[in-house]
């Protein structure tokens, strides 16, 4: 069960695991491809942006190099006029674009400018005294060397920037500051001159930024200041003793794609997917085995609990081999014998009946025509049992059984049998004792009459009191052994039930009351439309009789009987009722007063026996149903119901 149940977690593991495994390493897959293509992208770009630098940084710094040129100039001519540095100028720019200016400064006035045109306000310019330039000036002449200040919008108008060197002519001491040679570059055609513009790179896209030598992060002087944000190569360009910096991007930006990505990912979701389906099919199969497994465990279970330890007496029985097959604990209990002796033990060994009646028995269970039997049971020890057997069919590893549930019944059957002797034989005694009673009877009270007219005359009046006393009693008797016969009688001779409209049958009880009715002016009133009834109608009669004849008769003093009789149908059953207005029962005689001989009042007040009750429980029971009174208490009439079977 539990390698089952394994399979099922294995399955639905599967279903979640592949797919997971598969998706990520797609994703890892994905982002080397993806890091791979930038990196052969970058790769290009480099190699593009390499050369733009270089001749970058080639076309400054030859123009920084005039810086030098002037130099070597001054120092060759200490004394040269205007005229002469024109001319020296003139021949270094010859043919050369990208410089807007070469000027000399001696101790940093500006003096000589060429060309002069256009410059005219530069001259005399006083640059160590100039709070905007003073400080790089200074920073030049301490260290000796080209310092490069800007770019930024020359007053002359145009982007430039300037190469400022610091010339030291050789003295007594050693070499003494002579003053600055000024390179002033126009930015624009150099940046032409290296490939960045006119025309721009194929496919790539480029800025510049720097500030004084410096690359400032605010100092974009060219391109798009958002390329420095796009993740760009960034290469730096050397200007004199410092540096801008180049950032480069491809104009496609950087590859979000590698070739092949699309049916990659597309192949990686469908083997997901199918991975999963593979998983959960595998899964569901194994739930089911799974289920069969544990169905199968869980029927052992069950045979056990149900079969082997149960308390009641079990058997299973094959019905074609007419063995017993399975017995459990409280069989072995029950039979004597030891479980091994039980299983492949012969029914007939067990079964009093003979073995083609007991196969005929099993054939009937076994077709589920009858599941209830009556046997008699042997013991191991020899003794015998009655029982009750409930046996249904069954299939047990593809064997079809029998499943028996043996009750021992054999104390009950005895005191049923001797209940029904004991009544018989009481019934027996009651009709013979009430029959041959009257015989004696009768001649006790016929020689009473004889002695009361033959001897009455000569008797004096206490003398025929007495004989009337013994004449009253002698009917008396009489009349109770007649109520005592008609009870034991009830019952007595199988006279089947049939269907009756019950308005017939009270019809037929109140017919016998007529004279009493009429005597006690009583009211009967029937209820018209009665069902049917089911019965033994002598006998049923007879209890309508005694149960409308004491509503008539237990009426109060001066007030006339009322009876009312209806019925109504509950369930399979009619219940009669029978109402008066008489003198009504106090609810602890409820019970007593269906007792044989129970009266609740002398003989001189209310004639009777106290058997009538009896008789009409006796006769409703005997027709399975119930009688019972309802009273509201003394003087407050009583109603009586009997339950009676429907039609
Ligand atoms: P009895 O021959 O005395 O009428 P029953 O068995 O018929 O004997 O009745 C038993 C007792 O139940 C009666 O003695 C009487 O006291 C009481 N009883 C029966 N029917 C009624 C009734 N309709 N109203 C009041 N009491 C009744």
Redesign the pocket.
């Known amino acids: 069960m539990a390698r089952s149940a394994a399979g099922v977690w294995a399955g639905y593991g599967l279903a979640v695991l592949i797919p997971l495994f598969l998706l990520l390493s797609a994703l890892h897959i994905d982002r080397l491809q993806l890091s791979n293509a930038g990196m052969q992208v970058r790769h290009a770009v480099e190699a593009s942006a390499g050369p733009i630098r270089a001749r970058l940084e080639a076309e400054i710094s030859a123009r920084i190099a005039l810086a030098d040129s002037l130099g070597a100039f001054i120092v060759t001519l200490p004394d040269a006029d205007s005229g002469q540095f024109s001319l020296f100028s003139e021949s270094l720019l010859h043919r050369r674009n990208g410089v807007r200016s070469l000027q000399l400064a001696p101790q940093g006035r500006l003096t000589f400018v060429y060309p002069m045109a256009g410059n005219e306000a530069a001259v005399g310019h006083d640059l160590l005294n100039d709070p905007e330039r003073a400080t790089a000036v200074r920073r030049a002449i301490a260290e000796r060397r080209t310092i490069m200040a800007g770019p930024y919008q020359l007053l002359q108008g145009g982007l430039g920037a300037v190469a400022r060197k610091p010339i030291f002519i050789p003295g007594r001491d050693g070499p003494e500051f002579w003053g600055l040679a000024v390179v002033v570059l126009d930015v624009p055609p150099l940046l032409a001159e290296a490939g960045l513009t006119n025309p721009a790179p194929d496919r790539l896209r480029l800025a510049l930024r720097g500030r004084d030598g410096e690359p400032a992060a605010d100092a974009v002087f060219f391109g798009d200041a958002a390329i420095f944000d796009e993740d760009p190569i960034l290469a730096p360009v050397a200007v004199g003793n410092g540096s801008w910096q180049m950032a480069v991007v491809p104009t496609a930006g950087w590859p979000r794609d590698w070739p092949g990505r699309r049916p990659f990912l597309l192949l990686v979701a469908v083997g997901a997917a199918l991975a999963a389906g593979l998983g959960i099919a595998l899964a569901r199969q194994a739930a089911k085995l799974h289920r069969v497994v544990e169905a199968a465990c869980a029927s052992e279970a069950l045979y056990h609990e149900m079969f082997l330890t149960n308390a009641a007496i079990k058997l299973l029985i094959d019905p074609d081999a007419g063995i017993v097959v399975d017995a459990n604990d409280a069989a072995v209990a029950y039979y004597g014998y030891p479980r091994e002796a039980l299983l492949g033990m012969p029914v007939s060994r067990i079964n009093t009946l003979s073995a083609e009646a007991i196969l005929q028995e099993m054939a009937d269970a076994r077709a589920n025509r009858r599941g209830f039997f009556r046997f008699t049971h042997r013991m191991a020890s020899g003794a015998l049992r009655e029982v009750e057997v409930y046996s249904g069919p069954v299939t047990r590893d593809g064997r079809l059984l029998l499943h028996s549930i043996i009750h021992d019944v054999t104390e009950r059957v005895r005191l049923e049998d001797e209940l029904r002797r004991s009544n018989a034989e009481l019934e027996q005694f009651a009709y013979a004792a009430s029959h041959d009673l009257r015989e004696p009877l009768r001649m006790v009270s016929s020689f009473v009459a004889l002695v009361i007219r033959r001897y009455g005359p000569q008797l004096d009046d206490a003398g025929r009191e007495l004989l009337g006393f013994a004449e009253d009693g002698a009917k008396r008797m009489d009349r109770m052994i007649v109520?005592l016969l008609e009870y034991s009688r009830v019952g007595r001779l199988e006279r089947p039930m049939q269907r009756w409209p019950l308005g017939e049958l009270i019809a037929a009880a109140v017919h016998p009351l007529a004279m009493v009715a009429v005597e006690a002016k009583a009211v009967i009133d029937v209820a018209s439309d009665l069902p049917e009834v089911i019965v033994n109608r002598d006998e049923v009669v007879r209890a309508l009789s005694?149960?409308i004849g004491?509503?008539v008769?237990?009426h109060r003093p001066e007030v006339p009987p009322q009876v009312a009789i209806s019925a109504r149908r509950d369930g399979d059953r009619v219940v009669v009722s029978v109402s008066?207005n008489?003198?009504?029962?106090g609810p602890d005689?409820f019970d007593r007063?269906?007792l044989l001989f129970?009266?609740?009042?002398s003989r001189d007040q209310?004639?009777?026996?106290?058997?009538?009750?009896?008789?009409?429980k006796k006769v409703v029971e005997r027709h399975g149903g119930k009688v019972w009174v309802e009273?509201e208490g003394e003087n407050r009439?009583?109603t009586?119901y009997v339950s009676l079977p429907a039609g």
């Open positions: 109520d005694n149960l004491n509503a008769k237990y008066d008489g003198i009504g029962i005689y007063i269906f129970q009266r609740l009042h209310y004639p009777g026996t106290g058997i009538g009750l009896a008789l009409v009273s009439g009583a009586f």
